[in-house]
């Protein structure tokens, strides 16, 4: 890529923006007030605005490698106190996406140093499903269906949070399990049916 012509679609960006408002920037500047927060893979291909086509404070966002809800992530758990207790977020998306590299080298027996912990995470998400994931013959199904289990587990951690625990008496307040499907550019919402889910365990589980 080159540098210098960053700078050059900056400032072509800054001038469509200004033609269209010229107190664009200044709106900018006074705050944001967005109703959703959205966790996603840090995958380049699979950019948060574009997949939403969403506008600069329309929406909180946080990328990670295989877009993991780690209860000892500090990074990820002060984005979701922040975006749930003072911006007060009405919907929460876990958006993971298929091809994900993350997902993908959890499959692989292959000591991958710092990125062992990291995806262990996600090879917990495969123990906890694997009599679904090995009645699976193909490898791209099961790699696919992984993909979305993951998600699947990263909202259940959401919810398991003393944040989102407390909102959830106090407004109304949204969890989603979204994959990108790659292959098509389309948004999958997997639906998921979290109080079944959850409804034997989550007295384990339970904070506020």
């Not at 200044?26 to 969403?54: F, H, M, N």
């Not at 262990?120 to 694997?130: E, F, G, M, S, T």
Request: charged share 25%; glycine share 4%; net charge neutral.
């Amino acid at each position: 890529m080159n540098f210098d012509l960053i700078f050059e679609k900056n400032k072509k960006w800054i001038a469509e923006k200004l033609e269209i408002d010229p107190s664009y920037f200044e709106k900018l500047s006074k705050g944001q007030k967005p109703e959703i927060l959205y966790i996603g893979c840090s995958d380049s291909r699979v950019t948060a605005e574009d997949i939403l086509g969403a506008n600069p404070g329309e929406i909180f966002i946080h990328r990670n490698i295989a877009n993991m809800v780690i209860s000892i992530d500090l990074n990820v758990m002060s984005v979701i106190n922040y975006a749930v207790r003072h911006l007060k977020v009405k919907h929460i998306v876990v958006c993971g996406h298929y091809e994900c590299g993350g997902v993908r080298a959890s499959l692989e027996s292959v000591d991958l140093g710092l990125l062992n912990p990291w995806l262990r995470n996600i090879r917990d998400v495969y123990r906890l499903h694997y009599q679904e994931l090995d009645a699976i013959e193909d490898n791209q199904k099961r790699f696919n269906r992984l993909v979305e289990l993951n998600v699947q587990e990263q909202c259940m951690n959401l919810i398991k949070t003393a944040a989102v625990q407390e909102a959830y008496k106090e407004r109304v307040l949204t969890v989603h399990g979204w994959v990108f499907d790659i292959y098509s550019g389309k948004i999958v919402d997997l639906k998921i049916d979290f109080p079944a889910i959850l409804s034997e365990i989550m007295k384990i589980y339970k904070l506020i």
